[in-house]
């Protein structure tokens, strides 16, 4: 028996071998590749956490106005809230302390203002606000813990 040349046979298994190896390669790529998890600089201890965040943020709101970095300090601020209040705000025993209420207020004025009148700074109202809050959080916590 002689095998027939039959271009429509040929190009349906051709075309069926292509889709099998790139769902093939696809698959290898998307499941064989390390997952890059998120860098944060949070460790997890909650006191010591905060306590840096306090410490980080309180140089924050004492930049001066004519700082030539103020924009870079403004976006490592909203990094840093963003990364504190991720980490914490689902955690029970965390998040129904007095401390943790006391600096979520005052994160979420601060990356408040910075989101919403980006080209400002801090007014002085809000900078004693913050910073009343910020050391009232940190004892807080260092009664708590």
Do not use: C
């Not at 429509?8 to 998307?30: A, D, E, H, P, R």
């Not at 460790?43 to 004519?66: F, M, N, R, W």
């Amino acid at each position: 028996m002689l095998l027939k040349w039959d271009p429509k046979l040929n190009f349906k298994n051709l075309s069926k071998t292509v889709s099998f190896t790139l769902s093939l390669i696809v698959t290898f790529t998307l499941f064989s590749s390390p997952s890059i998890a998120v860098k944060t600089s949070m460790t997890g201890d909650y006191a010591k956490d905060t306590i840096s965040v306090v410490k980080t943020l309180q140089t924050a709101v004492d930049t001066p106005k004519e700082s030539p970095n103020k924009d870079e300090i403004r976006s490592e601020a909203l990094t840093l809230i963003t990364d504190y209040i991720s980490r914490y705000r689902n955690r029970g025993m965390v998040n129904k302390t007095q401390s943790f209420t006391t600096m979520q207020t005052a994160l979420n004025a601060m990356a408040g203002h910075y989101k919403n009148f980006a080209s400002r700074p801090l007014p002085d109202k809000l900078k004693e606000r913050l910073t009343k809050e910020f050391s009232l959080a940190e004892k807080m916590v260092l009664r708590e813990s």
